[in-house]
Structure formats: structure tokens, C-alpha cells
């Protein structure tokens, strides 16, 4: 019988012991954990995004549990030494699986101060809920440094607990874990809703360590006599802006730290991720936020994400019952909210599959489900063979319920390898549905035929180039005078067939838009079987342009 030790940090660890249990039900399966975990107040946000291990959970797996006050792998002699109030133990295995957090590299300088706080949250280092909460208590700021999802995570953190924020941008390594359409409509909608305000402040060619940080002594600042670690009040950048703030979120430079390090066969890789050499012993294996499997060494932007967690747990999992799953299929799933917004996504999204050398093509249709709310899919496949490779929905002021299963339709057809081709076939009963069949019908014919996919950013790149076009709106004509493109023509959509001839140029490639996309990609198809060629379609159409419009003034 095969003795599998799991040495776990967080929930993914006894997670991923579950599932190796399930698919290995007569083997010995055995979790160790931290004796005397700590406790959260049940209703602070902290609460509910750090999932500290469920040891009801392993008990019902028939997976022993372990809680050890210190543990120490011994991997030439395949065990682990656990010592606990009983004493010292040493349990042999024959495949072990240790979970790794990634941290935050905060400065050296602001390592003591009391208010500076590094996230992602990991595992069992919870201790920073008083240090929020006094934030919120003295009505301060939160300031976040860094970019991609840790500092968006940070972000919305400060948010919940009732924090404006001041998020400085800088320069980092990590890509954005998102669409940039997608991206951008967030940072607007931060702007618009009714929560703590967001001030972002970009500085693309900038590093974390050309800030500068006023420490202040928190015994005078307060008045107390009682011994106080030193606290930031202020970041300064190198224009002379000043920044104050109650507390500092450092979403930047992740990075794992582990003993394991020491031993030989494991490592850093470049974007501070813990890895496994080729030589390494094949009997242990790394899961947890701060690895880097194989499928995802190309994604830095993964690093200290619970997509990252779960990714490595599911490597793992199929590792040791020798079931490999292809690389897409690994990339984990992703879930973020906020008071208005709900954010979903899981595989590939197209710079990524770009990244990996994938061809990949992509579709985004959006839609009003009510006075305020709106709901977006995107969908990304691979161009050769068109199987739904990645998957994203985002909603706005709606259930985040009603989203999840959306969201579940569209990760049904992620994990099932269905083409385009065939999820545009399928009948999906509801609105949602027909939205999701509506996307993939268009990303099978951006695949197929000569209509093509012009995103927010290609199209002011291509015309700030010099490139020719005709760009064409088919909103009607109250939509248009209300917001447009720079030397964009209006034709409202149901005129178009009157208008064609005498207004639209033949030879002239075109850029059709509206306000969702779907009528731009109707008339799209109608154009291309009269003999259009060079046929654009704005995704996501107007409602989901990042940028400022052409208004119409009435003289």
C-alpha cells in the first residue's frame, strides 16, 4: 500500500489530499497541519478569503490528520519528523506533497512597520485583520502598490472593508490576469459605483523601489507608552506626489519562501516561483500559491494566486494517480467580487494562449439584464481545431448566483473540449443561454470566414498608423449623437439595407460597431455574402469602450 503524506498550509492542502483519495481510495492518504490554528471574526472579509483546512472534511474522507507543532522532511530517508505535545515522530511515505504560499517581497525598510501589509493573505498568516480595521476605524485610506490580480485582490479587499483607496501602478513583471477590454471597464466601474472610491495612479516605467516611505514612531503618533511597531504615513513618488494613507497593501514582487529551498533540486525561477529541477526526487511533489508547475511556466501572472493553488493541487492530483490532464485544463478557475461587480474566468485567456504559442481567436458579447445590470462572456478557442480553450463572465450590479451558474454552462463546455462549432449548434434554454450560444456562434465565424475581431486598443492603434477604414456605427441615431467614434458614420442598423449602396464604400476596408456587437456581426454577415472582404467588428461593441467618444453638440 502506497503511504501519501500531504504537509498542508491552507485549504488547498487537505483539498488536494481529498481528491488524491477519491481517486485513490485503497491507498494510505495522511494530512499534517499546523497544531492550533487561528481563529477569524466570523463576518470581517478576511474570513472569507482565507480557507483555513476543514479537518471534519478529512475526516469523512478516511484521510488521517496530523497537527504537528513543528515539521521536518527528511527526503533522503522519504519521511517527515513530527513533533507534537506527544513528542517526536518519524513517518515514512512514499510520495509526499507539500504546499508552499507565496508571499509578498516587502522592502527591508518596511518590513517592522506595523501598517504595511503583504497580500495576497496566505495560508495562516492572518494577523492582519487589526491592522485593516484600525484603518477603517481612524476613517484613513488604503494605499496599494503593484499591478495584475494580487494588487486588484488587494484592491477590493480595502473596499470591503469600507476603505477609499489609492492604487500606485507600477512597474512589475507579472501580465495583467485578465483582458485588457475587461480590465479597464473594472477600473471604470470603480470610478462609477456607489463604494469607496479608487484613484489609480500609473507609473508603467517605474519600480516599487524608487518610492520613497516616511516612517513615523507609532508610541508618539499615538500617545502610548506601550512599545509599537513604527508605521508608514506616507509614500512619496519621484515627481513629488505625496501619498498618505492608514495602510499599505504590498501587492508586488510574490514570491515563495520555503525551507524546502535549502535542499537541493528546488529553486526560484525568475518571477520568484518555487519549482522542481529535473533531477529533483520524483516521490515529492509542490502545490500551493507559490509553485510553478510545468503547464503554467509560461504565466507569471499566476504566481500567488489561488488559480495558481489549484492548478499545481490538480497537477498533482493526476501526477500521482499517473492521469496527466492537458495543459488547458489545468489553468484552475478564478472568482472575484465586489459590492456591484462579479468576476469569473478560468483557461486561457488570448494573451496567454498567445504566450504558449497557441493560435487563438476570441468572442465577447455583452448585454443589459435590467435598468443597471449587465452581463459579458468572452470565449477563447484555438484557431485550428476551434475547441473553447478559455472562458470569462462578468457581471454588474446581479446575483452573484445567477452569474456562477452562467459561468457554469460556459466552464461546461471548457471541460468538456467542445469546438465552437458545436457549443453555436447546442440549445441553451434562458437569456444567458442564448447569449453563450450568440458568442460562440461569433468566434466560429471570426474562425471561418473573412469577418475579423478589432479590439478597443487595435482600432486607435490602427488609426493613430495611418490605416484606412471606414467605420461604420448602426446604433441609432440618439445613441450615436450621444457618444461616438472620432469619424465614425452613423446608419442606424434598420436602414441600413436602403443606405447600403449610396453610403458605404466598397473597396474601403470596414469597422462595423453598435452598441453590443450583435448587429455589427449580422450586418457583417450579410455584407460578406453580397462579396465584402476586409470586414471588422468592434468587440464587445460600444457599451463596453474603455475610452473617451465623440459627443454631438445641437446648435
Not at 485549504?11 to 481510495?25: D, E, H, N, W
Not at 486588484?152 to 473596499?159: F, I, K, N, S, Y
Not at 472575484?336 to 497557441?358: N, P
Request: glycine fraction near 6%; aromatic fraction near 6%.
Amino acid at each position: 500500500m502506497r503511504r501519501i503524506i500531504v504537509i498542508a498550509s491552507s485549504m488547498t492542502g487537505v483539498t488536494c489530499a481529498t481528491r488524491i483519495k477519491r481517486r485513490l481510495p485503497h491507498e494510505e492518504i495522511n494530512v499534517i497541519i499546523p497544531a492550533n490554528l487561528p481563529t477569524l471574526p466570523a463576518d470581517s472579509p478576511l474570513a472569507k478569503r482565507i480557507c483555513l483546512p476543514n479537518l471534519e472534511l478529512a475526516a469523512t474522507r478516511r484521510i488521517g490528520v496530523i497537527e504537528a507543532m513543528d515539521i521536518m522532511p527528511d527526503l533522503a530517508q522519504s519521511e517527515v519528523v513530527v513533533t507534537s505535545t506527544k513528542g517526536s515522530l518519524p513517518v515514512r511515505y512514499t510520495e509526499l506533497v507539500i504546499e508552499v504560499p507565496a508571499l509578498a517581497r516587502i522592502p527591508r525598510a518596511l518590513q517592522g512597520a506595523g501598517n504595511v501589509i503583504a497580500t495576497p493573505l496566505q495560508g495562516f498568516t492572518i494577523n492582519n485583520h487589526a491592522a485593516l480595521t484600525a484603518c477603517a476605524d481612524q476613517k484613513k485610506p488604503a494605499v496599494v502598490i503593484g499591478t495584475g490580480m494580487h494588487a486588484l485582490d488587494a484592491v477590493c479587499l480595502a473596499r470591503e472593508y469600507g476603505l477609499a483607496v489609492t492604487w500606485i501602478m507600477v512597474e512589475s513583471h507579472k501580465t495583467p490576469w485578465i483582458e485588457p477590454h475587461i480590465d479597464a471597464l473594472i477600473q471604470q466601474k470603480f470610478q462609477n459605483d456607489s463604494g469607496p472610491t479608487v484613484t489609480r495612479i500609473a507609473l508603467p516605467n517605474l519600480s516599487p523601489d524608487q518610492l520613497s516611505f516616511q516612517l513615523v514612531d507609532a508610541i508618539a503618533q499615538e500617545g502610548s507608552t506601550a512599545p509599537q511597531d513604527r508605521l508608514v504615513h506616507s509614500v512619496t513618488c519621484p515627481d513629488g506626489t505625496c501619498i498618505e494613507g492608514g495602510c499599505y497593501l504590498w501587492a508586488d514582487a510574490i514570491m515563495a519562501r520555503h525551507p524546502l529551498l535549502r535542499e537541493e533540486g528546488f529553486t526560484l525561477d525568475s518571477f520568484g516561483r518555487m519549482a522542481k529541477e529535473s533531477a529533483a526526487d520524483e516521490t515529492v511533489y509542490i502545490i500551493g500559491t507559490g509553485v510553478a508547475p510545468a503547464a503554467l511556466s509560461s504565466f507569471p501572472s499566476y504566481a500567488g494566486s489561488e488559480e495558481a493553488a489549484n492548478t499545481s493541487a490538480n497537477y498533482t492530483v493526476e501526477a500521482i494517480a499517473q492521469t496527466p490532464l492537458p495543459a488547458n485544463m489545468l489553468l484552475g478557475t478564478h472568482h472575484i467580487s465586489t459590492d456591484s461587480m462579479v468576476l469569473c474566468r478560468s483557461g486561457f485567456s488570448l494573451a496567454e494562449a498567445t504566450k504558449a504559442g497557441i493560435a487563438a481567436e476570441h468572442a465577447i458579447v455583452s448585454m443589459s439584464l435590467n435598468t443597471q445590470g449587465r452581463l459579458t462572456l468572452a470565449l477563447i478557442c484555438r484557431k485550428d481545431t476551434g475547441h473553447i480553450i478559455g472562458v470569462q463572465a462578468l457581471g454588474f450590479n446581479m446575483d452573484e448566483a445567477t452569474l456562477d451558474g452562467y459561468f457554469g454552462m460556459m466552464l461546461a463546455a471548457l471541460s468538456n473540449q467542445t469546438t465552437a462549432t458545436q457549443l453555436a449548434m447546442q440549445y441553451i434554454p434562458g437569456i444567458a443561454g442564448a447569449l453563450l450560444t450568440r458568442c460562440a456562434s461569433i468566434l466560429r465565424n471570426k474562425c471561418t470566414t473573412i469577418i475579423q475581431g478589432i479590439s478597443p486598443d487595435e482600432f486607435l492603434a490602427s488609426a493613430a498608423a495611418g490605416a484606412v477604414f471606414f467605420t461604420l456605427d448602426l446604433r441609432s441615431q440618439t445613441e450615436w449623437q450621444h457618444g461616438h467614434l472620432q469619424e465614425a458614420y452613423n446608419i442606424p442598423f434598420t436602414q441600413l439595407k436602403k443606405r447600403l449602396q449610396d453610403e458605404v464604400p466598397r473597396n474601403t476596408p470596414l469597422v462595423l460597431v453598435c452598441a453590443t456587437a450583435n448587429h455589427a456581426y449580422n450586418a457583417a454577415c450579410m455584407l460578406a455574402d453580397l462579396g465584402a472582404t476586409d470586414l471588422y467588428v468592434l468587440d464587445g461593441g460600444m457599451d463596453l469602450w474603455p475610452y473617451a467618444l465623440v459627443v454631438e453638440t445641437k446648435h
